[in-house]
């Protein structure tokens, strides 16, 4: 992928998560990293949501990220934006390519973690894309990423056949 951010927004039920597991498979096919974080609503609080961030990620590159592991492990004390900075710093020394999904993402509420995300969004390294799928648009900096053609969106109207497909869908 040559996108930063992934965008699949569309209602319960629609397909999202098996659409975003297919591709995540392809993506391994063709030996691209992946992380995935399903999200509920206990993921709220900021620091619960960086920790297990850090610790998906980790396994997605494994030894990349001792510094944020540590400081995530070793308690709330270190502020939100020093984590991601850890986070981002790790990622971006790694250098191989991964791609995060964050699943469910309409389960965060919360504007600290929204701000969190913005935040690696915003200094994210080249290496990493980022894929949410969610139920409705979140409260993110998404005009800013439409605008500078960073933002690749996935909708309903993407997802859902056409009666031709289908057709052919239950015929096959």
């Known amino acids: 992928p040559t996108f930063r951010v992934g965008l699949v927004a ?6 999202k998560t098996t659409f975003l597991a ?3 498979d392809l993506l391994h096919d063709a030996g691209i990293r992946s992380a995935w974080l399903s ?11 960086l920790a297990h961030l850090v610790a998906t990620l980790e396994l997605a ?15 709330r004390d270190i502020p ?4 991601v900075a850890l986070l ?9 390519r991964v791609v995060l999904v964050l699943d469910d993402y309409h389960e965060i509420r ?3 973690v929204h701000g969190v995300v913005d935040q690696i ?12 799928g969610t139920r409705h648009d979140p409260p993110l900096a998404l005009e800013r990423l439409r605008v500078r053609g960073e933002l690749v969106e996935v909708r309903w109207e993407d997802l859902r056949f056409s009666v031709d497909e289908g057709r052919l869908y239950l015929r096959d």
């Open 10 to 15: 569309a209602p319960t039920g629609s397909g």
């Open 22 to 24: 297919d591709w995540v």
């Open 39 to 49: 999200l509920d609503q206990l993921d709220n609080a900021p620091f619960r949501f």
């Open 61 to 75: 590159l494994p030894g990349t990220l001792d510094e944020a592991v540590r400081a995530a492990t070793a308690g």
């Open 80 to 83: 939100a934006d020093q984590l």
């Open 88 to 96: 981002v710093r790790g990622v971006e020394r790694d250098g191989r």
């Open 110 to 112: 919360e504007g600290a």
């Open 121 to 132: 969004l915003r200094y994210a390294p080249v290496s990493l894309s980022v894929v949410i």
